[in-house]
T-cell receptor
Framework: KNQVEQSPQSLIILEGKNCTLQ??????????LRWYKQDTGRGPVSLTI?????NTKSNGRYTATLDADTKQSSLHITASQLSDSASYIC???????????FGTGTRLQVFP | EPEVTQTPSHQVTQMGQEVILRCVPI?????FYWYRQILGQKVEFLVS????????KSEIFDDQFSVERPDGSNFTLKIRSTKLEDSAMYFC?????????????FGEGSRLTVL
């Protein structure tokens, strides 16, 4: 079954600290892997998109990695800010379809 | 910056009533999608739409659901006879290319509450 699992479920860090969120997927074959940020009650906003041939992709303080062999991805957030408090969702696109398969997300809270 | 807009932001309806959720995709985008998110659960794919027809739909998207692009700008999701379990946040998205290659831009969502 095509699934996307994320860990941890929730995370609390202090402002200015770094953190890393994990994603494991069983989606096969896949086209690309995305990380989205979703504020409570809002729509998801794209952070990064990586194809299976890419190992890393950065967007400002966000850096995503992908290991297509082990089917793992991570999102590293550097120098966290209060505005980083949100859910971070790993999303995998099934190859040759329109279907995005969403993970359950990691809820990040950044405290001052 | 162009964005996907959705209306209404929140709709409350009685079970069995028809509901239409509206979306205005980004103007030069060709691919349109509806997703839903039941409270506390994952976002789930409902349907994709391209060239005035459904290109793909999930098992959730049964005969009670329909989509339409009635004019050059709007993209609607209709639920014919709402059920309690249809209560969710519904997200519209659009992209220049297919999900395989293109970045999806999501709207802010329409929260549907079925009583």
């Amino acid at each position: 079954k095509n699934q996307v699992e994320q860990s941890p479920q929730s995370l609390i860090i202090l402002e200015g600290k770094n953190c890393t969120l994990q994603c494991n997927y069983t989606v096969s074959p896949f086209s690309n892997l995305r990380w989205y940020k979703q504020d409570t009650g809002r729509g998801p906003v794209s952070l990064t998109i990586m194809t299976f041939s890419e190992n890393t992709k950065s967007n400002g303080r966000y850096t995503a990695t992908l290991d297509a062999d082990t089917k793992q991805s991570s999102l590293h957030i550097t120098a966290s800010q209060l505005s980083d408090s949100a859910s971070y969702i790993c999303v995998v696109t099934l190859y040759n379809t329109d279907k995005l398969i969403f993970g359950t997300g990691t809820r990040l809270q950044v405290f001052p | 910056e162009p964005e996907v807009t959705q209306t209404p932001s929140h709709q409350v309806t009685q079970m069995g009533q028809e509901v239409i959720l509206r979306c205005v995709p980004i103007s030069n985008h060709l691919y349109f999608y509806w997703y839903r998110q039941i409270l506390g659960q994952k976002v789930e794919f409902l349907v994709s739409f391209y060239n005035n027809e459904i290109s793909e739909k999930s098992e959730i998207f049964d005969d009670q659901f329909s989509v339409e692009r009635p004019d050059g700008s709007n993209f609607t999701l209709k639920i014919r006879s709402t059920k309690l379990e249809d209560s969710a946040m519904y997200f519209c998205a659009s992209s220049e290319a297919t999900s395989d290659a293109g970045e999806l831009f999501f709207g802010e969502g329409s929260r549907l509450t079925v009583l």
